[in-house]
């Protein structure tokens, strides 16, 4: 099958008019996916990506794929992890986040709960800022060796920024709240082998 090349990095007009011939896979926690994502995308978390490697690279090869998270940040780590394994794919610039600010539909399951969970970016926004918060004023009031909480939170948002990487994310991720479903990794896979 010949097919176009596909740059490394797609805008959401420019992913908007190939979503079609691109495998478009969303490598946000199940409650990110549900709450919103990309027509065609295939939900495989960014921590199952090397599980679905072979069928990754199988969709790569019949016509492209796009990767997609909320800001891009996660989907360039996919890249970067698929990268390493001889699989070229492109990210959405700007995440699903830059897809809907372009006007452009996102999709929800039909049995979706009315009440929305929060993006994982402000999951953590929130986290790291309470425990900022809480540390100052155990520091203040309890003890001043306490005051090593903020300093902790904020070692992480600085190592977080160098490497491109989220620990807290990763552990926020692995909340109740934030696993509503289970990951379908096996129909994922197996619409990947079928395209």
């Known amino acids: ?10 805008g959401a007009d420019q992913a908007r008019t ?3 011939e691109l495998a478009v896979i969303d490598v946000r926690t199940p409650a990110e996916y549900a709450s919103g994502h990309l027509p065609t995308a295939l939900n495989i ?9 072979p069928e990754i690279r199988h969709a790569a090869e019949r016509g492209g794929v796009l990767v997609v ?20 794919a492109a990210t959405l ?8 600010a372009a006007g452009h539909d996102l999709h929800t399951p039909a049995a979706r709960a009315p009440r929305a969970g929060w993006s994982m970016d402000r999951q953590v926004r929130f986290t790291a800022g309470s ?9 203040l009031l309890v003890h001043p060796a306490l005051l090593l909480i903020p300093v902790g939170v904020a070692v992480g948002l600085v190592f977080s920024a160098l490497t491109n990487t989220c620990g807290m994310a990763a552990m926020l991720g692995k909340l ?11 129909a994922a896979r197996a619409a990947l082998r079928n395209r």
Request: hydrophobic share 45%; net charge positive; with cysteine.
């Open 176 to 186: 109740p709240h934030n696993r509503p479903r289970a990951v379908d990794l096996n």
């Open 93 to 100: 610039a700007g995440g699903t986040g830059a897809w809907a």
């Open 69 to 88: 998270c909320a800001s891009g940040a996660r989907s360039e780590s996919a890249c970067k992890i698929l990268a390493e394994q001889g699989v070229t």
């Open 18 to 20: 190939r979503i079609q």
């Open 45 to 53: 978390p960014l921590d199952h990506i090397r599980r679905a490697l």
């Open 1 to 10: 099958m010949t097919h176009t090349p596909v740059p490394l990095t797609l």
């Open 131 to 139: 425990l900022v918060l809480l540390g100052l004023l155990l520091g």
